[in-house]
């Protein structure tokens, strides 16, 4: 299985970019593994919410192949600790997914027509985060379930 993260925007901080790679680095350990910048749409500050989200979401769409499986992180998503990560993560490999996309969208969420074609939603939290952050909380929980999965000792319950 290869997963992607796909990310509407580019992080600005130095301190969330290092962090991130640190983490991806530990990911491609155990799958193949990609991140996918979707860069923020010129002139967005003239346009209304919806029409931004709608604009972002129709990239998003291009990304996926009929029989991906999208995974949208989400405010409104299913939460679930890092041992049902760990077993979400196992389900879809043992379903024979080939590629795994979680999508983190930008400020303003998502457009409705990647709510409809997502397969699952999964929220980190019931606080809301920078979108930007969430990348960095998002791969330590990425590589977190794999390190469950590889039953090594670096989660502690």
């Given at each position: 299985?290869?997963?992607?993260?796909?990310?509407?925007?580019?992080?600005?901080?130095?301190?969330?970019?290092?962090?991130?790679?640190?983490?991806?680095?530990?990911?491609?350990?155990?799958?193949?593994?990609?991140?996918?910048?979707?860069?923020?749409?010129?002139?967005?500050?003239?346009?209304?919410?919806?029409?931004?989200?709608?604009?972002?979401?129709e990239v998003i769409l291009k990304?996926?192949?009929?029989?991906?499986?999208?995974?949208?992180?989400?405010?409104?998503?299913?939460?679930?600790?890092?041992?049902?990560?760990?077993?979400?993560?196992?389900?879809?490999?043992?379903?024979?997914?080939?590629?795994?996309?979680?999508?983190?969208?930008?400020?303003?969420?998502?457009?409705?027509?990647?709510?409809?074609?997502?397969?699952?939603?999964?929220?980190?939290?019931?606080?809301t985060f920078p979108h930007q952050l969430v990348r960095?909380?998002?791969?330590?929980?990425?590589?977190?379930?794999?390190?469950?999965?590889?039953?090594?000792?670096?989660?502690?319950?």
């Amino acid at each position: 299985m290869k997963c992607h993260l796909v990310m509407v925007g580019r992080t600005d901080e130095s301190w969330l970019n290092t962090g991130l790679e640190h983490y991806l680095r530990r990911i491609e350990r155990y799958t193949p593994f990609q991140t996918i910048v979707i860069p923020d749409i010129k002139k967005s500050s003239a346009m209304p919410d919806n029409v931004l989200k709608e604009k972002e979401g129709e990239v998003i769409l291009k990304l996926l192949s009929p029989g991906d499986i999208m995974v949208l992180l989400d405010e409104r998503g299913m939460e679930i600790g890092s041992r049902g990560f760990a077993d979400f993560l196992n389900k879809m490999m043992l379903s024979g997914c080939r590629k795994l996309f979680f999508v983190i969208g930008g400020a303003y969420g998502f457009s409705d027509s990647v709510y409809k074609r997502a397969d699952h939603k999964l929220s980190l939290s019931r606080m809301t985060f920078p979108h930007q952050l969430v990348r960095l909380v998002f791969a330590e929980q990425l590589y977190r379930a794999f390190s469950i999965l590889n039953n090594e000792p670096y989660h502690h319950d």
